[in-house]
Each structure stands twice: as C-alpha cells, then as structure tokens.
C-alpha cells in the first residue's frame, strides 16, 4: 500500500519568518504528482502547489516552494514570510494514477 | 460559478438507518471523488469517477455505494449506517486526475 507521512503533527512559526513543513511518501511507480493541500478552520481544502515526479526542477507559488527529492521520496513544504492567514492544517499527498493518498496533517500556527 | 456543492451540510443518523449524499459541480470535471476526513487520518478515498456512468473504490469503500448518471453530479450512499462511518465527507472533482481538485465544504455525518 501506498503511504504518505507527515511526522510533524503540530509546527509554530513566528510572523514574517520562514518555515517547512515535511512530507515522505512511498511508492513504487515512476509516474506519479504530489501536492499540498491547505484547510483553515473553515473547513475548505485549497491547493497551495503541486509538482510532477518527472520533473527535477522544485515547484513554486509566491511564497510557498517545495524541496523534492526523489530518490528520497521526501515533499517538503517551506512558507516564507509566514502570515497570519497562513495558520491551517497542511496536507501532503500523492496521486497515482487514479488513487490519491494523504498524509495525517500539519498544524500549523502563526504567531503574530 | 458555484464550484462544488454538497448536501446536506449536517446529519445525524441511527445505526442502521440509510442516507444519500449529493455532490454537484458545474465546471465540467471528468474526475469525481468522495473522501472521508477522521481526527489524526487525514484524508481517505473512497470510492472515485472518471466520467459519466463510471465509478471505482478507492482505498476505503466498504460499506457505502456510489453513482455518477449524470456527469456534474456524484452521489455517496450509506445503505446500512455505522458508527463507524462517524466522520467528515468530502467530495472534490478535477478536469483530470493529476490536476487540481476543487473541493466541497463537506458534509459532517454522525451516527448514533
């Protein structure tokens, strides 16, 4: 069975300061996407980034950017001038095919 | 555009009795999906569509049914409920599987 890890079930970082949040998965296929997700108290999941396996170059969006290793099948995600609004849960997880696996989550709090 | 909706937003049911939740998207997905969210598991699929008439189990189907007749629309059922199927429903469609998906606010199911 596929399965993706998030070992940091809580994380604080202060406002205006950088954090990263760490994700591995395991698989077996070569092709295959990842992505983390966001869900802030109401309830609404979001997608924050995603990359594509093949690609060696890490993905990013603004102020959010991924470190993807490969060979260490590890997805981590860094916030950068972390805001208030940033505070959520964070979900990693993994798409093969047509079968999408997710971590446990991240809580993240920003202190202002 | 409404995105995706679900209904109902709450429900409260005893052992055994049965239920239909709906999913709705008016973006023209192929992709649809039903998940269920439970404290520390994050999120689990259940069952899943690649179009019209289709469905496929995902990592958690047992105990529920789905149907997908007509394509902006997936239906979640519970033909038996158990308290086990205590949880937090999401729904999400994407154009592709690989792609982003766009979520529903859930739907918060407890079985007495």
């Known amino acids: 069975a596929q399965t993706v890890t998030q070992s940091q079930p809580e994380m604080s970082v202060q406002e205006a300061e950088t954090v990263t949040l760490s994700c591995t998965y395991d698989?077996?296929?070569?092709?295959?996407?990842l992505f983390w997700y966001k869900q802030p108290p109401s309830r609404q999941m979001i997608l924050v980034i995603r990359?594509?396996?093949?690609?060696?170059q890490n993905a990013t969006e603004n102020r959010f950017s991924v470190n993807f290793q490969k060979a260490a099948k590890s997805f981590s995600l860094k916030i950068s001038d972390s805001q208030l609004g940033d505070a959520a849960m964070y979900f990693c997880a993994q798409n093969t095919g047509n079968q999408f696996y997710f971590g446990t989550g991240t809580s993240l709090t920003v202190i202002p | 555009n409404a995105g995706v909706t679900q209904t109902p937003k709450f429900r409260v049911l005893k052992t055994g009795q049965s239920m239909t939740l709906l999913c709705a998207q008016d973006m023209n997905h192929e992709y649809m999906y039903w998940y269920r969210q439970d404290p520390g598991m994050g999120l689990r699929l259940i069952h899943y569509s690649v179009g019209e008439g289709t469905t496929a189990k995902g990592e958690v189907p047992d105990g529920y049914n789905v149907s997908r007749l007509k394509k902006q629309n997936f239906l979640l059922g519970l033909e038996s409920a158990a308290p086990s199927q205590t949880s937090v429903y999401f729904c999400a469609s994407s154009y592709f599987s690989a792609y982003e998906q766009y979520f529903g606010p859930g739907t918060r199911l407890t079985v007495t």
């Open positions: 990359q594509e396996a093949y690609k060696q």
């Open positions: 698989t077996s296929e070569s092709d295959y996407y």
